[in-house]
C-alpha cells in the first residue's frame, strides 16, 4: 500500500504546475484524500481535502482559487493543478489518504492522527522562483 507524488519541480513565480498522487495497494473509493505541503521550518499545513463521506472537496485560504483537486478513479490518481503560483508556495508537497469513516475536518491536521492510520506519500519538492 502506498501513494506516490510526482509532478513537482522548478517554476517561475505566475506559473503552474500539476502534481500527481498514484495509489497503489488500495481504493480512493474508500477513503478521504487530502494534499498538504511543508516549508522548511514551518509545520506541515493542509491544502485541500475531498471527503468520501459528504463528498465535498475543501480548500485552505492560502490556496482557494488558485488551486484545484481532481481525481481519476480509474488510473487511482489524484491530482492538485496549481496555478498563479507563488514564492510562498515552495515546499513539499504531500498526497495523505485516510478511511472514510473517520470523522471531523479534513482541513485540521488532527483528523489524520486519529486511531485509522492515513496512508502518506513521501512528497515531492516545488520550488517558486520570485
Known amino acids: 500500500v502506498q501513494l506516490v507524488e510526482s509532478g513537482g519541480g522548478l517554476v517561475q513565480a505566475g506559473g503552474s504546475l500539476r502534481l500527481s498522487c498514484a495509489a497503489s495497494?488500495?481504493?480512493?473509493?474508500?477513503?478521504?484524500i487530502g494534499w498538504f505541503r511543508q516549508a522548511p521550518g514551518k509545520e506541515r499545513e493542509a491544502l485541500s481535502c475531498?471527503?468520501?463521506?459528504?463528498?465535498?472537496?475543501y480548500y485552505s485560504d492560502s490556496v482557494k482559487g488558485r488551486f484545484a483537486v481532481s481525481i481519476d478513479n480509474a488510473r487511482g490518481t489524484l491530482y492538485l493543478q496549481m496555478n498563479s503560483l507563488k514564492a510562498e508556495d515552495t515546499a513539499v508537497y504531500y498526497c495523505?489518504?485516510?478511511?472514510?469513516?473517520?470523522?471531523?475536518?479534513?482541513?485540521?491536521?488532527?483528523?489524520?492522527?486519529?486511531?485509522?492510520?492515513?496512508?502518506w506519500g513521501k512528497g515531492t519538492q516545488v520550488t517558486v522562483s520570485s
Open positions: 495523505v489518504a485516510v478511511p472514510a469513516s473517520t470523522t471531523g475536518s479534513c482541513l485540521e491536521a488532527d483528523f489524520y492522527t486519529g486511531p485509522a492510520r492515513p496512508f
Open positions: 495497494g488500495f481504493s480512493f473509493d474508500h477513503h478521504t
Open positions: 475531498m471527503m468520501k463521506s459528504s463528498r465535498r472537496t
